[in-house]
T-cell receptor
């Protein structure tokens, strides 16, 4: 079945790197996404990766995809207090646009 | 990227009433979707809004409860009918680009509280 799992909580010190992990079960995923949700706000698309890639870098963000292990990670370099939010991993199924979301990881950045 | 606007951003509703949420995209998009985020939970797809035809609903969601319209490529509405406190959620509109870049954008959401 379709299932996306994330750890619920991560706390880091400002300036350190954050690594948020995600595992998924469906090998037919075409794209995998990372979204950020700040309190009271909608979802902001941070980055996404096509399933035939194993890495994507965009400024402070690095996405790593291990398709064999069905493991996705988001690394945030030089984490700032403004990065405190909930981060959702999502997989897009096959040829459809349907997204299956993880439960979200709450990132807390301590000064 | 597509900019997605939703109205209302929040509302407090009485049990048994219905509320229509509007979603406007600033550019033509191929696909539009409605998601629900219950308090403290992740997102669940309600339905795909199809232009000019009936929406495609996911398991557990029905047209009588969540009627959806999509009269053109940039606009859609979701109605939450005969509301109960269990319908208190954030309802989010999502859209893809006109070209399949893989990008999927979300609106700011409409936070409904049903008393």
């Amino acid at each position: 079945g379709e299932d996306v799992e994330q750890s619920l909580f991560l706390s880091v010190r400002e300036g350190d790197s954050s690594v948020i992990n995600c595992t998924y079960t469906d090998s037919s995923s075409t794209y995998l996404y990372w979204y950020k949700q700040e309190p009271g706000a909608g979802l902001q698309l941070l980055t996404y990766i096509f399933s035939n890639m194993d890495m994507k870098q965009d400024q402070r963000l690095t996405v790593l995809l291990n398709k064999k292990d069905k493991h996705l990670s988001l690394r945030i370099a030089d984490t700032q207090t403004g990065d405190s939010a909930i981060y959702f991993c999502a997989e897009r199924m096959d040829s459809s646009y349907k997204l299956i979301f993880g439960s979200g990881t709450r990132l807390l950045v301590r000064p | 990227s597509a900019v997605i606007s939703q109205k209302p951003s929040r509302d407090i509703c009485q049990r048994g009433t219905s509320l229509t949420i509007q979603c406007q995209v600033d550019s033509q998009v191929t696909m539009m979707f409605w998601y629900r985020q219950q308090p403290g939970q992740s997102l669940t797809l309600i339905a795909t809004a199809n232009q000019g035809s009936e929406a495609t609903y996911e398991s557990g969601f029905v047209i009588d409860k969540f009627p959806i319209s999509r009269p053109n490529l940039t606009f859609s509405t979701l109605t939450v009918s005969n509301m109960s406190p269990e319908d208190s959620s954030i309802y989010l509109c999502s859209a893809s680009g006109i070209i399949n870049t893989g990008e999927l954008f979300f609106g700011e959401g409409s936070r409904l509280t049903v008393l």
